[in-house]
């Protein structure tokens, strides 16, 4: 039997300050979606919106064992029925690998089926730990809806971590399983959505917040060397 620890207190702490329940579609507002790619492995998508100082999620999707075209003509059936406008297509560090078949990546693929989409690929952190923190950070900003993202809420209060049965500890490695494909995918949003990043830092220690800021001086003193 697999130990794991489990984080149902992010679900819980989120309802509890009503960010989880009816968040509607805001029309006029553009639709990002985070992705955790996967055909045998399930592929995770987050639709979101943001408002204000707000990150809504306004529907949750997941399917397996579909093509890249299965999931771009899914955002499309959306934007006919539900008038969602597009802003940018996230992706995890192996949307630009390349398939062994047919020599493109999934974010080629994607950009074939969505002519005209922003397709960002999100820049991959040296450690899983760190992206996860960073979504812990960005999380207060968060916003559920009960129903079109059940599933999702589900999976994120059902990640957990791994029980190392040598030390009697659970370690900082995180299970991969139904939960950890939408886990990862909301990761994204973390890591690459700028919306996220302010929340992110606002959480910062002060010492990180100063060190930041002598490098951002820094590196605006050699800009103004070299102009």
Same mark, same amino acid.
């Not at 399930?42 to 890249?68: D, T």
């Not at 494909?181 to 909301?186: G, R, V």
């Given at each position: 039997?697999?130990?794991? /620890?489990?984080?149902?207190? !992010?679900?819980?702490?989120?309802? &509890? ?22 055909? +045998? @492995? !399930?592929?995770? %998508? ?5 408002? +204000?100082?707000?990150?809504?999620? %306004?529907? &949750? *999707? ?16 959306? &934007? ?5 406008? *597009?802003?940018?297509?996230y992706l995890p560090n192996d949307g630009e690998h390349h398939s062994r078949q047919t020599g493109k990546t999934d974010m080629q693929v994607l950009a074939e089926h969505l002519p005209g989409f922003k397709i960002e690929i999100v820049e991959r952190v040296p450690h899983l730990i760190t992206g996860i923190q960073q979504m812990r950070s960005a999380f207060p900003s968060c916003y559920f809806d009960e129903a079109e !993202?059940?599933?999702? %809420?589900? $999976?994120?209060? +059902? *990640?957990?971590? /791994? ?18 494909? *939408?886990?990862?995918? %909301?990761?994204?949003? &973390?890591?690459?959505? @700028?919306? $996220? ?10 010492? /990180? /917040?100063?060190?930041? $800021? ?14």
């Amino acid at each position: 039997r697999q130990h794991a /620890k489990r984080n149902p207190g !992010c679900g819980q702490a989120a309802r &509890a300050q009503g960010r989880i329940g009816r968040v509607h579609h805001q029309p006029g507002v553009l639709v990002n979606t985070f992705w955790d790619l996967g055909y +045998n @492995d !399930c592929n995770s %998508i987050w639709f979101h919106q943001g408002v +204000n100082l707000e990150n809504r999620f %306004i529907h &949750a *999707y997941q399917n397996s064992g579909e093509s890249l075209a299965h999931y771009a003509q899914y955002l499309q059936k959306l &934007a006919m029925e539900r008038g969602y406008v *597009y802003g940018t297509i996230y992706l995890p560090n192996d949307g630009e690998h390349h398939s062994r078949q047919t020599g493109k990546t999934d974010m080629q693929v994607l950009a074939e089926h969505l002519p005209g989409f922003k397709i960002e690929i999100v820049e991959r952190v040296p450690h899983l730990i760190t992206g996860i923190q960073q979504m812990r950070s960005a999380f207060p900003s968060c916003y559920f809806d009960e129903a079109e !993202c059940a599933d999702g %809420i589900a $999976a994120l209060s +059902n *990640y957990r971590k /791994k029980f190392s049965k040598t030390t009697n500890t659970f370690s900082e490695e995180h299970v991969h399983d139904l939960n950890s494909n *939408y886990a990862d995918a %909301i990761r994204q949003f &973390a890591q690459g959505f @700028d919306g $996220a990043r302010r929340h992110i830092e606002a959480g910062e220690p002060e010492w /990180k /917040k100063r060190l930041r $800021a002598m490098r951002t001086g820094k590196r605006r003193g050699r800009s103004a060397m070299s102009a």
